[in-house]
């Protein structure tokens, strides 16, 4: 701070000194403002000195500074809007490192991946020269492989045909910059951007907008926005004064009730009218009391205009609208506008409407829909700003606000209802009144109701209590009786009752007792040792519709959580392999019973036979359609034999002397589909004929003796040689092996010793090769033994002609029975006692085919309506049609019948297509065509 002083008695001469050494305000700061400068100055000057002393700062590493902001990656896509949305996100980051065009190239081609990076590959292949590319081309050909022309006009037309329709500015202003880049050209200048997005506007926007200048395009948004927020504001206001004029002018709600749909023509006409019975409550705090009644507006017989309906109704006591005298409409009505009581019930007014051609096809609760808005639109005048109430008997139509996927037609509808104080309540055609009264339903009879005060009401409401005329109030409790016997029983037990006394003593750790005398082990309660009880626990858990037979650890996991005894986790595991459903429905997972059991190893050559039968094979020009399979036990030589499927037993039995009989003996034993040697050789031998016809051509049966002497002179890793080395002593001469052996020099008894030691190498060598197959296959298997008088189930396996969703009965039961043991057949086999309706199965079964039952049935098992099959099997087969639908394609109609099948119940029935089940099943439609013609009469 500068004081200046000037003294008032001094001279004109002292008074001029002063002045010369106490300088003015301004010189001072202006003096003060020339050393600002100089300081400023010098400090500029070392700060250049500075930077002139220090080395320059590295260059910067832009491809780092560009991964560190994630670009995006791209490899291919089917969406070609993704493809664009990735190189403009990608131009994004470019222009936010400040790249140059070269360095944009070269970063974007290294976000490539998979195709597009082969593409990029092959594009700087094509340039001719090595010239670089520039950003310009790497976009317009990277556009021009990713991004179609179709597809950029699409979306240019999209742009054009924009408008804000049901959205909020704010959402039409995110669509408007997103569809804006693939139109450039119209929005080029800030000028056509505003007047695009001002044509999108709606009408209530637009016209308020459309008369101010906005000197860019983000002031008319915002002016937008806050002009949307004003409209919405009156909008709300507008609806809470016309509420707030309702409830002063009328203490009653106005209420719509619509009834089910009455189709106007009969049979064969081209179109029907809708006619839903509608019930109006128009009432009024007039000086007419409280005598007011259900008034039933119920549609007209025929389709009519509305001078019909008012010729109609001129046989009928008509009530004006608008002020409720009789005699004459609302249109012709002298007194003012308003909604009057309507006294004694009469009618108000009739509506209905013809459908529309495409309304033909729209569902039930679209049509439920339309009724109510149609009802909005013609009587918008009386009820608009006034609380109304719409009763339906489609129950589905009280959920429509709430109803979260809508079709296009329904929000269409629902905005219109929204503009209208209403609720939607559910109203059955014919009410159980103790019903109504025990679900407390919010409906009341407004006929009795109205004469009490209208606070009463008002309360009734609050409380959503009902009124009904007849009927009693009553209430349903559900309340679990289990515990109450458990309580009963725990007093009379003597486990819980020494529970207690150690208790007492403070042994029982864990257990306390609560006020009404229950034993508890924590939160578990203490069930007595009463066997009745805990069956009946256990039957809750494990047999209801609640528990679906569940395992025992997920049973014992369950309980444990309420109910503690002693071996509970063992009684709970008996509990459930004692029950019948589980053994019959449940698959075993475990290992296959019975062990491998070899057949016995022969003595001889030929004493001992395989037999079997390959068939389905293409029919030959000589008829031969199969082949028989002969094969020797102990030296593996088979012969090969065509035949046909239509042989009978005389012509086979020739073919068995000439080729078997004549050249080895009559054998002692003969295995048929026992034994997997001669499986075996059938798949050998189906591998050889396939080389054939593909190496050589013809018919199979044409190389069927190439195939049999090749089998037979060919080594055998079970024997270590040939079959024809094991039974002649030597390989048959081939090209390939020509030598010849000379005369043998033994005679006699050598050769019969010769043979025999032959024979004894090769049945050592089986013996190895069987135990090491048995070895190999016991691995995989368990042993499983029966002893007589055992019960076991049978397992079964269901067939169906028609497959049931291109599967085979999958919730057929997979084991029938139980049957007992009656004595054991072989090592792996047992008899079974089979009921007479499977008297014409065998009754031995392999073990693997049989599952222990550990209950004792108390009476003979019966197999029930199953019909089982030789092999084990049975058919599902369907028993009635329950139901028929068609399903229109573009081109046909193809009918489906739903298909009740045996052993199954209809909950159980299925959809099935009806030229399949009439080509399988033709007798089902022969019965449904009777019944039908039955039910015509």
């Known amino acids: 701070m500068v004081n200046t002083r000037t003294g008032t008695g001094s001279g004109s001469g002292s008074g001029a000194n002063n002045n010369e050494e106490n300088p003015t305000l301004a010189q001072i700061l202006a003096q003060q403002t020339q050393l600002i400068n100089l300081l400023v100055q010098q400090a500029q000057n070392q700060q250049a000195n500075n930077q002139n002393q220090n080395p320059p700062p590295p260059p910067q590493n832009k491809l780092a500074d560009f991964l560190r902001v994630r670009p995006p990656t791209f490899s291919s896509t089917t969406n070609p809007v993704e493809a664009g949305d990735w190189l403009h996100a990608v131009e994004k980051k470019l222009d936010l490192i400040q790249c140059t065009k070269q360095e944009k190239v070269s970063f974007a081609s290294h976000q490539l991946h998979g195709p597009a990076a082969e593409w990029w590959d092959h594009f700087r292949q094509g340039r001719a020269g090595g010239e670089p590319i520039t950003w310009q081309e790497f976009t317009a050909a990277f556009k021009k492989t990713h991004i179609p022309s179709g597809v950029v006009a699409l979306k240019k037309r999209e742009f054009r045909a924009l408008n804000q329709g049901s959205r909020s500015v704010t959402e039409y202003l995110h669509d408007f910059n997103r569809l804006a880049r693939y139109a450039p050209e119209d929005v080029r200048t800030d000028e056509e951007r505003q007047e695009k997005f001002l044509e999108g506007l709606n009408d209530e926007l637009s016209y308020a907008l459309m008369s101010m200048d906005f000197r860019d395009f983000q002031q008319l948004v915002d002016k937008a926005i806050r002009q949307e927020d004003k409209y919405n504001r009156m909008e709300q206001k507008k609806r809470r004064a016309a509420q707030f004029k309702a409830q002063q002018g009328s203490n009653q709600r106005p209420r719509l009730v619509t009834g089910p749909q009455v189709p106007s023509y009969p049979q064969g006409g081209s179109s029907s009218v809708v006619r839903p019975q509608r019930q109006f409550y128009n009432n009024n705090t007039g000086n007419r009391g409280n005598d007011n009644r259900n008034v039933?507006?119920?549609?007209?017989?025929?389709?009519?205009?509305?001078?019909?309906?008012?010729?109609?109704?001129?046989?009928?006591?008509?009530?004006?609208?608008?002020?409720?005298?009789?005699?004459?409409?609302?249109?012709?009505?002298?007194?003012?506008?308003?909604?009057?009581?309507?006294?004694e019930g009469k009618v108000v007014a009739y509506a209905s409407r013809q459908l529309r051609p495409h309304e033909n096809n729209y569902p039930t609760h679209d049509l439920e829909l339309a009724a109510v808005v149609h009802a909005l639109k013609i009587w918008r005048h009386y009820l608009y700003g006034n609380r109304t109430e719409v009763y339906t008997d489609h129950k589905s139509l009280k959920y429509i606000f709430t109803q979260p996927d809508l079709n296009m037609r329904q929000r269409r509808w629902l905005e219109l209802i929204k503009d209208y104080d209403m609720e939607i309540h559910y109203h059955p055609g014919k009410a159980n009144v103790v019903a109504d009264a025990l679900s407390r339903k919010s409906y009341c009879n407004v006929s009795e109701g109205r004469c009490l005060p209208w606070e009463l009401?008002?309360?009734?409401?609050?409380?959503?209590?009902?009124?009904?005329?007849?009927?009693?109030?009553?209430?349903?409790?559900?309340?679990?009786?289990?515990?109450?016997?458990?309580?009963?029983?725990?007093?009379?037990?003597?486990?819980?009752?020494?529970?207690?006394?150690?208790?007492?003593?403070?042994?029982?750790?864990?257990?306390?007792?609560?006020?009404?005398?229950?034993?508890?082990?924590?939160?578990?309660?203490?069930?007595?040792?009463?066997?009745?009880?805990?069956?009946?626990?256990?039957?809750?858990?494990?047999?209801?519709?609640?528990?679906?037979?569940?395992?025992?650890?997920?049973?014992?996991?369950?309980?444990?959580?309420?109910?503690?005894?002693?071996?509970?986790?063992?009684?709970?595991?008996?509990?459930?392999?004692?029950?019948?459903?589980?053994?019959?429905?449940?698959?075993?997972?475990?290992?296959?019973?019975?062990?491998?059991?070899?057949?016995?190893?022969?003595?001889?050559?030929?004493?001992?036979?395989?037999?079997?039968?390959?068939?389905?094979?293409?029919?030959?020009?000589?008829?031969?359609?199969?082949?028989?399979?002969?094969?020797?036990?102990?030296?593996?030589?088979?012969?090969?034999?065509?035949?046909?499927?239509?042989?009978?037993?005389?012509?086979?039995?020739?073919?068995?002397?000439?080729?078997?009989?004549?050249?080895?003996?009559?054998?002692?034993?003969?295995?048929?589909?026992?034994?997997?040697?001669?499986?075996?050789?059938?798949?050998?031998?189906?591998?050889?004929?396939?080389?054939?016809?593909?190496?050589?051509?013809?018919?199979?049966?044409?190389?069927?003796?190439?195939?049999?002497?090749?089998?037979?002179?060919?080594?055998?890793?079970?024997?270590?040689?040939?079959?024809?080395?094991?039974?002649?002593?030597?390989?048959?001469?081939?090209?390939?092996?020509?030598?010849?052996?000379?005369?043998?020099?033994?005679?006699?008894?050598?050769?019969?010793?010769?043979?025999?030691?032959?024979?004894?190498?090769?049945?050592?060598?089986?013996?190895v090769a069987q135990s090491r197959q048995k070895s190999y296959a016991d691995n995989r298997r368990r042993d499983l033994v029966f002893e007589e008088g055992d019960y076991v189930y049978l397992r079964v396996t269901p067939l169906r002609g028609v497959h049931r969703f291109q599967t085979k009965g999958k919730l057929a039961p997979r084991f029938v029975g139980p049957f007992k043991i009656v004595s054991r057949r072989g090592e792996v086999a047992y008899q079974l006692e089979l009921p007479p309706s499977m008297a014409g199965i065998h009754d031995v079964f392999h073990v693997s085919q049989l599952k222990k039952c550990l209950r004792v049935p108390t009476e003979e098992a019966d197999p029930g309506r199953i019909e089982l099959q030789e092999d084990l099997t049975y058919v599902e087969k369907p028993v009635r049609i329950l139901e028929v639908s068609e399903r229109k394609t573009r081109n046909r109609v193809i009918r489906f019948c739903k298909v009740q099948w045996s052993n199954h119940s209809e909950e159980e029935a299925t959809w099935e297509r009806e030229d399949e089940l009439k080509s399988a099943h033709p007798h089902l439609f022969v019965s449904s065509s009777e019944s039908r013609g039955r039910d015509s009469v």
């Open 296 to 343: 039933v507006v119920r549609p007209a017989a025929t389709p009519v205009q509305n001078q019909h309906v008012r010729k109609e109704q001129g046989s009928k006591p008509v009530i004006c609208f608008n002020c409720g005298d009789p005699g004459h409409y609302a249109d012709k009505c002298p007194e003012p506008r308003r909604v009057k009581n309507v006294p």
């Open 457 to 767: 009401c008002q309360e009734f409401e609050r409380l959503n209590l009902g009124i009904v005329s007849k009927g009693f109030v009553a209430a349903l409790e559900a309340k679990p009786t289990l515990f109450d016997q458990i309580r009963e029983a725990q007093v009379n037990d003597p486990d819980i009752q020494e529970i207690k006394k150690n208790m007492r003593r403070g042994k029982a750790i864990g257990f306390v007792e609560d006020e009404q005398g229950i034993v508890w082990l924590g939160e578990r309660i203490c069930v007595p040792e009463n066997k009745g009880l805990k069956d009946t626990i256990m039957k809750e858990a494990h047999e209801t519709l609640y528990s679906i037979h569940p395992g025992s650890t997920k049973m014992y996991q369950d309980l444990k959580q309420q109910f503690w005894w002693a071996s509970m986790r063992r009684e709970i595991a008996e509990y459930v392999a004692l029950c019948d459903v589980c053994q019959r429905v449940k698959a075993e997972h475990q290992k296959p019973a019975g062990l491998l059991q070899p057949l016995k190893i022969p003595e001889w050559k030929w004493e001992e036979i395989g037999m079997d039968f390959i068939t389905g094979l293409p029919r030959t020009s000589a008829g031969h359609d199969s082949i028989w399979v002969v094969v020797d036990r102990l030296t593996k030589v088979a012969h090969f034999i065509p035949v046909k499927t239509t042989y009978m037993g005389h012509k086979l039995a020739e073919l068995y002397m000439a080729r078997v009989v004549c050249l080895h003996g009559v054998p002692k034993k003969i295995v048929s589909d026992r034994d997997g040697q001669t499986e075996r050789v059938n798949q050998i031998l189906e591998d050889m004929l396939r080389a054939c016809v593909l190496d050589f051509g013809g018919s199979w049966d044409k190389n069927l003796p190439y195939a049999e002497f090749s089998y037979n002179n060919s080594y055998q890793a079970s024997l270590q040689m040939s079959p024809n080395e094991a039974l002649y002593g030597r390989k048959c001469r081939t090209p390939l092996l020509w030598d010849q052996t000379g005369e043998r020099q033994v005679f006699g008894t050598d050769i019969l010793r010769e043979a025999e030691e032959k024979v004894k190498i090769i049945q050592e060598r089986l013996r």
